[in-house]
């Protein structure tokens, strides 16, 4: 991770936003499609958020986006299709056990890493000569971000794991459908990794997102770029001032995590997360099929 301010620019200019709105949000193949076609306003969007380009300079961002798009489409979606098959087939035969899991963790390590690769080139170009009034903006986000950081950890841990649930059950129902009130008690007991832990790696979310805006404001294409790069070879890791990488310690306790809730879920939620990948599997196949004709 570079940061998790920096991670969320990113992760629009690279399509993960996009395709994670697609993943969670779209039920079928048809609407995974029609948002796909779409790709480019959803990634604008976040751009323009964080990086507020304007005229020209909003014009070539847009520009070298279609590129990168295009790109993706050839390149990437086949990949992801091979990924969501070998991961559906392992589900099949083992459940949703410790290799499904990892499995599901390390494919998107290697996708965000593949993703990072390629935008740090082009993209780079365009966070070089940020101006002061883009500056500005992202300074605003970053203060955002902390403050929903912030907001987080606050009050007891009972309100803390409170939210936690709340959050976990939106993005986890799109993959494993309602949660009964059974699951939900067992997942507040014992899901989040913990109000004292989550405030440590907020303070080094923080810290990666300062260090990483300071090498965007050298306005050097040849630092920002090679900053990206390292941490696209190690995704696991946040960026730090020193141009040291710092170990994300959390994703391992998020492995685990995912595995006890596998243990709670009724082989309905686990067929249901098999459907999901075969659509998505499928959706992927027939977009990069017409890429290359």
């Known amino acids: 991770m570079v940061g998790s301010y920096w991670d969320g620019v990113m992760r629009h200019l690279s399509l993960v936003v996009s395709l994670g709105v697609m993943a969670f949000y779209a039920g079928g193949c048809s609407e995974i499609k029609i948002l796909y076609r779409n790709a480019d306003i959803f990634a604008m969007q976040g751009i323009d958020k964080n990086m507020c380009p304007r005229g020209k300079e909003r014009d070539a961002v847009k520009a070298t986006l279609r590129r990168y798009l295009d790109w993706h489409q050839q390149k990437e979606l086949p990949k992801y299709v091979d990924a969501l098959d070998r991961i559906g087939e392992q589900v099949r035969e083992g459940g949703l056990n410790r290799t499904a899991v990892n499995l599901v963790f390390r494919e998107a390590e290697l996708a965000w ?91 080094h979310r923080i810290r990666a997102s300062e260090a990483f805006a300071d090498v965007v404001r050298s306005g050097s294409r040849r630092r920002i770029a090679k900053a990206l790069r390292a941490v696209a070879r190690q995704p696991r890791y946040f960026f730090s ?30 067929d249901f997360m098999q459907k999901k990948l075969a659509r998505w599997s499928t959706a992927f196949r027939e977009l990069a099929e017409r890429a290359q004709r």
Request: proline content about 3%; aromatic content about 6%; glycine content about 8%.
């Open 113 to 203: 890493a593949r993703l990072l690769n390629r935008a740090a080139g082009p993209f780079s170009k365009h966070l070089a000569r940020m101006t002061p009034r883009q500056l500005d903006c992202m300074d605003a986000q970053m203060e955002k971000r902390k403050s929903d950081w912030e907001e987080r950890v606050e009050g007891t841990e009972r309100e803390y794991r409170k939210r936690w649930l709340d959050r976990s059950e939106r993005m986890l129902g799109f993959l494993f459908g309602t949660f009964s009130q059974s699951q939900r008690r067992t997942m507040m007991a014992n899901g989040p990794l913990g109000q004292g832990f989550e405030a440590k790696m907020n303070a």
């Open 241 to 270: 001032r020193e141009g040291r990488l710092v170990a994300n310690k959390d994703r391992q306790l998020r492995v685990e995590g995912l595995i006890r809730l596998a243990t709670i879920l009724r082989p309905s939620q686990i």
